[in-house]
């Protein structure tokens, strides 16, 4: 094995050696020239250890020579391109090639009149090879004077008016100009050289005119490039370039390529190429995104960010981009949550495993975390605006009706009530209630149809007297507005509905305590009832818990609890009379007192429903009645609800 390849570098070297004597003899023979030096450059691409050896053995400063001294323009042409394809495989040949001599010349192929386009290009590409990656290089080309042709050469290389690339002429101006681009760009990034950046930043008003007036990709890419490289993490040529419209040109151009992106893949690639300029401009600077606010690029990126055919490393371009956009521009914020961009960026958590592209999406949601907080505050705030109007507006309404059915004439024949033998007194208060029930019921049919359904049944009032059946028909109608207050609050159904005993002993902790001595502000909006995929309830939620555990989550909002009747007049003078009646008047009962009454109601029922079935009825542990099993008038029954009342 080690044979095999001592002897393949053994014969490198017996090549290379052949190919620089043929060099050498060959000077009247520019045709066996170029031959020689396209085999030297292909031995030099096949094995590393070549481009030093050939260096060694004198041949990288031969070639050098060879080029400046001959008068062939296609040796001058091969022997510059063989100079930089080794410099390129070897950074002790670009070492030794980077040099003020040999800066010099290159300036001197470029600035000859008789030199043709070719060799201006593979000049230009030798200057490419020596400032990648190259302080010192980079330091070289500015001494020189290198970069100023550069310059020059990215202004009058190619016409604005042509464009033709089918042309072979104007396509060769093309691929000098390309050339020229990706020079300047080596010279001002790779390292980062303030410097050169500051310098090449003169020539951003002709690249502003190349934007407005040709949006080709072979124009769009390099000049994105050369922007995008010579501002980037440079405040300073950043404020300039924006000075001069150029965030405004470039945003301008994403929204026409945007629009023909629908459908066209390359439009949209191109897009983004836009967009990683857009970037680079308000990476370092984000207050300036307030400009882009203007033209409603937040919207545009988001629908580029749905184009199907885009790869992970695109879509993290543009998520940045969105990043940055919203980092300190409310305007940007409040379009990404007007667009649906809050979902969009919970998508792209919960169903790509690219880390990158969630931290972009986490940087977003962290930045419109305020935003959203803001957004909430104010909607709550409306909400109990809204809220006070609208009970204002019910309580005129309700004196209106009280001040009508004052004014009737005592001789009025009144439609009998469904409830009989009910006085007229019961009839306004009750009627009035109903009112309210129906002013304040929600328009969700899901909180009717359960209210409905969880509504306490009296007994029937079958074989009754007269007056049983206005006790029943009262007490039922008391016994069922539980269950219609429930249809006008917030409060969980399986909360407010439960027959369990141990509901009731459990409201009267020292949490009920708390409640009734600060009860809750008294906000009723069905706003606040926001579903779990409310995106600014889940964008709270993913910054608070860092996104990890984002898709396990089940941290639901939180149902406010309402202020009622019984929670206010805790410390009037209240008996289990008038505080009973209270309750019953009240369309906001608190869970505590709702499920108070439930419990009182259904005892009631039941106590009565044992009146008539003439079961025995336990007042008190110490005191046992009987019932006769005949009737029972009206005066006992009386009589027997005063004391059931005092207990």
Not at 6 to 23: F, P, S, Y
Not at 60 to 87: C, D, P, W
Not at 223 to 242: D, G, K, M, P, R
Not at 601 to 619: H, M, P, T
């Amino acid at each position: 094995m080690e044979n095999d390849e001592m002897k393949k570098t053994q014969e490198m070297k017996t090549d290379l050696n052949l190919l620089l004597e043929c060099l050498k003899y060959q000077m009247d023979n520019p045709s066996s020239q170029k031959e020689a030096l396209v085999t030297i450059y292909s031995v030099c691409q096949q094995n590393s250890d070549a481009s030093i050896y050939f260096r060694e053995i004198g041949g990288l400063m031969f070639v050098k020579n060879l080029a400046k001294s001959s008068i062939h323009s296609m040796v001058k042409e091969a022997a510059l391109f063989t100079l930089g394809a080794i410099a390129e495989c070897n950074v002790y040949c670009q070492q030794t090639l980077c040099t003020s001599e040999f800066f010099e010349d290159i300036i001197w192929f470029l600035s000859k009149y008789e030199s043709n386009i070719n060799l201006k290009r593979m000049s230009v590409y030798v200057m490419l090879v020596l400032v990648s990656n190259n302080r010192t290089g980079q330091t070289l080309v500015r001494e020189t004077g290198c970069i100023s042709i550069l310059l020059q050469f990215f202004r009058t290389a190619l016409s604005l008016s042509e464009m033709d690339l089918s042309n072979e002429t104007i396509n060769q101006s093309y691929q000098l100009w390309s050339s020229v681009c990706s020079a300047l760009c080596a010279c001002v990034n790779n390292p980062q050289n303030d410097v050169n950046q500051k310098i090449c930043s003169s020539v951003f008003q002709h690249a502003n005119k190349w934007l407005q007036s040709c949006i080709k990709p072979e124009i769009i890419r390099p000049i994105c490039s050369f922007i995008c490289l010579t501002i980037a993490n440079n405040t300073h040529v950043q404020e300039y370039f924006i000075s001069i419209g150029g965030l405004a040109v470039l945003s301008e151009v994403l929204i026409k390529l945007e629009q023909d992106s629908h459908g066209n893949l390359p439009s949209a690639k191109l897009a983004v190429v836009v967009t990683k300029t857009l970037d680079a401009c308000i990476a370092d600077n984000p207050a300036v995104g307030v400009v882009l606010s203007k033209y409603h690029i937040v919207s545009k990126l988001l629908t580029l960010l749905l184009h199907e055919s885009l790869d992970s490393g695109e879509k993290f371009s543009i998520i940045l981009t969105l990043g940055h956009c919203t980092e300190s521009c409310e305007e940007n914020q409040l379009h990404l949550f007007q667009n649906n961009g809050l979902p969009l960026m919970i998508q792209v958590l919960t169903e790509s495993q690219n880390e990158e592209l969630n931290k972009a999406a986490t940087f977003v949601l962290h930045n419109c975390k305020k935003i959203t907080e803001k957004l909430s505050l104010n909607l709550e705030e409306s909400s109990e605006m809204n809220e006070a109007q609208h009970l204002k507006e019910l309580k005129e309404k309700r004196e209106g009706r009280k001040l009508v059915d004052d004014s009737f004439p005592r001789s009025l024949n009144i439609q009998k009530s469904k409830c009989p033998r009910m006085d007229s007194t019961d009839r306004v208060v009750n009627a009035e209630r109903n009112y309210l029930q129906k002013e304040c019921q929600p328009q969700s049919s899901m909180l009717n149809t359960a209210a409905k359904s969880e509504a306490p049944a009296g007994p029937e009032p079958q074989n009754l007297s007269g007056n049983d059946k206005t006790n029943l028909a009262s007490a039922h109608c008391k016994a069922s507005e539980p269950a219609r207050a429930l249809s006008s609050t917030a409060v969980p159904l399986a909360a407010s509905t439960s027959r369990s005993p141990c509901v009731y002993q459990g409201v009267t902790g020292d949490k009920s305590e708390q409640a009734r001595k600060n009860p809750a502000p008294a906000v009723r909006s069905r706003k606040h009832q926001l579903s779990v995929t409310d995106p600014l309830m889940l964008c709270s939620d993913i910054i608070s818990k860092e996104v990890s555990n984002f898709q396990g989550s089940d941290n639901y909002p939180k149902t406010l609890n309402f202020r009622c009747s019984g929670c206010i007049e805790v410390g009037k003078a209240l008996n289990s009379r008038n505080f009973s009646r209270l309750l019953h008047s009240c369309p906001f009962q608190c869970d505590r007192h709702k499920v108070i009454l439930e419990a009182e109601d259904r005892y009631k029922s039941d106590l009565r429903k044992s009146l008539i079935c003439n079961k025995k009825i336990v007042l008190t542990p110490y005191k046992k009645k009987r019932l006769s099993n005949e009737s029972c008038t009206y005066e006992e029954r009386s009589k027997f609800q005063d004391n059931f009342q005092k207990k």
